[in-house]
């Protein structure tokens, strides 16, 4: 099954410039993006981004085991986002950025650490897709957990609908 | 494919080849217009095609339809065939996904284009391509002409650009509903519009240009409003003065939030 996430330039453009920007103790940003899904043949699925919600300072927690950590409130918040965007089925997305050009993907720490979110985003939003989409300075990755799964599609590529296109694969044949 | 293949357009730049292969194009409309429009594409290195005219190729498209010869009239071959005939013929590994038939039949492949190419007679059939443009998100670049009037006829046409999250054909004054009532009163039906071949070449080549310049951003503008307006008599093509005047600063038609599979309402 195809999985494709697309976003505009705007939008893009939007999240790297929030995410660049220095935190007063954290070493990394993360943002909420939020998705809906769309149809493409034999089953593919596309996932349009809709908006992005950029993490207030003081909803960081100190934790020098990992680049950022988001505490209770930003989590709260992201709960009542995605309850509310259920009559759209409108699913939430972590992003972060790696600060290196190329293809991207889950640190070992990122895998550890973001998939426990899904399970909850899934109990209120049972409808919506919810995942990760991890950038580089040029490339991102990306995967989806689609309603009632319990593991990800990983996204075949992203794409930026601006100019110019950004096209980022991920080397899964298409 | 040799290293001589694009050396020609090298200055569009170092990746422009990758990424022109990436991209993913779809064509409704393989007429007067889009024929054109292949035809540049897959020279230029396109590699992924979505297409879709469900037409036979008859003698009176012959004054216009770019690869269509007198024995495709003969043999009844499909606009369809003749566009993949192109294709490979210059891309023989390029990955095509062609449909004799409606778009709206068969709208899921559609989707998978970054950037789509209208060239249909209706404004209704513009207007529906528009708006699945904008709820799957991919660049809409609408290309038509017309012949009004007499002594002397006037060639007119326009090329649009219609990105997510930029102005809409609607903004540009192009789709109106007076226009879209009008046709509908006739049943929806455009009519035999006057083509010629000249016209939509200068149309098409003007279309894949800007296509060119949103794969590879050789040009370094940033994204436009584009409605570029064709006069035929005097061979100028220029911003649309509608454009021009225009003082809106976003689309009211469609939100950002307007995307994907529609989901039903709980009443």
Same mark, same amino acid.
């Not at chain 1, 790297?16 to 899904?37: K, M, S």
């Not at chain 1, 720490?109 to 426990?116: C, L, S």
């Not at chain 1, 689609?146 to 075949?156: D, L, M, Q, R, V």
């Not at chain 2, 998978?112 to 998100?137: A, K, N, P, T």
């Given at each position: ?32 993006? !939020? ?7 034999? #089953?593919?699925?596309?996932?349009? @981004?809709?908006?992005? &919600?950029? =993490? /207030? ?35 939430? !997305? ?7 050009? #190329?293809?991207?993907?889950?640190? @070992?720490?990122?895998? &550890?650490? =973001? /998939? ?59 | ?267």
């Amino acid at each position: 099954m195809t999985v494709e996430i697309r976003m505009t330039g705007s939008q893009y453009d939007q999240i790297h410039r929030d995410l660049a920007r220095p935190h007063p103790f954290a070493a990394e940003r993360i943002g909420f993006v !939020f998705g809906r899904t769309g149809s493409l043949a034999n #089953g593919g699925k596309l996932v349009l @981004l809709t908006r992005y &919600h950029s =993490i /207030p300072d003081e909803q960081y927690v100190e934790d020098e085991t990992v680049g950022a950590r988001i505490g209770g409130d930003a989590l709260t918040w992201a709960m009542q986002a995605v309850y509310h965007g259920r009559p759209a089925r409108e699913g939430i !997305f972590h992003v972060h950025v790696h600060p290196h050009k #190329g293809k991207t993907g889950m640190s @070992l720490i990122d895998r &550890h650490e =973001i /998939p426990k979110l899904m399970p909850g985003f899934q109990s209120v939003g049972r409808e919506a897709a919810h995942g990760i989409i991890i950038l580089s300075r040029d490339h991102g990755a990306g995967w989806v957990w689609f309603p009632s799964c319990k593991e990800p599609a990983a996204a075949h590529g992203v794409s930026v609908i601006g100019k110019p296109l950004g096209i980022f694969e991920v080397g899964v044949g298409r | 494919m040799s290293k001589d293949r694009f050396s020609r357009q090298s200055f569009l730049g170092p990746d422009s080849e990758a990424r022109i292969a990436r991209c993913t194009v779809g064509v409704v409309g393989l007429g007067g217009g889009g024929s054109h429009i292949v035809q540049q594409l897959a020279h230029i290195g396109f590699q992924r095609f979505v297409i879709y005219d469900g037409d036979v190729v008859e003698d009176s498209n012959l004054n216009r339809l770019v690869g269509a010869t007198s024995v495709d009239v003969a043999a009844e071959f499909t606009k369809l065939y003749v566009a993949k005939r192109m294709i490979f013929g210059l891309q023989p590994h390029a990955w095509v996904r062609g449909f004799a038939g409606r778009w709206q039949d068969n709208p899921e492949p559609l989707r998978e284009c970054q950037i789509v190419f209208g060239c249909v007679d209706s404004y209704q059939g513009r207007h529906e391509l528009e708006v699945s443009c904008r709820r799957y998100m991919m660049h809409y670049i609408d290309i038509g002409m017309d012949v009004h009037g007499e002594n002397p006829p006037v060639i007119g046409g326009q090329v649009i650009l219609s990105s997510p999250g930029g102005l809409c054909m609607r903004c540009m004054g192009f789709l109106t509903d007076e226009k879209m009532t009008e046709e509908a009163k006739r049943y929806g039906k455009a009519g035999a519009r006057p083509q010629v071949v000249w016209a939509n070449g200068v149309l098409a080549s003007t279309a894949v240009g800007l296509a060119v310049d949103l794969v590879t951003g050789w040009t370094g503008r940033p994204l436009p409003n584009v409605y570029l307006s064709y006069d035929g008599n005097k061979g100028t093509v220029k911003e649309s003065a509608t454009l021009r005047h225009l003082n809106l600063a976003a689309c009211p038609h469609y939100s950002e939030g307007d995307v994907g599979d529609p989901v039903p309402v709980e009443l």
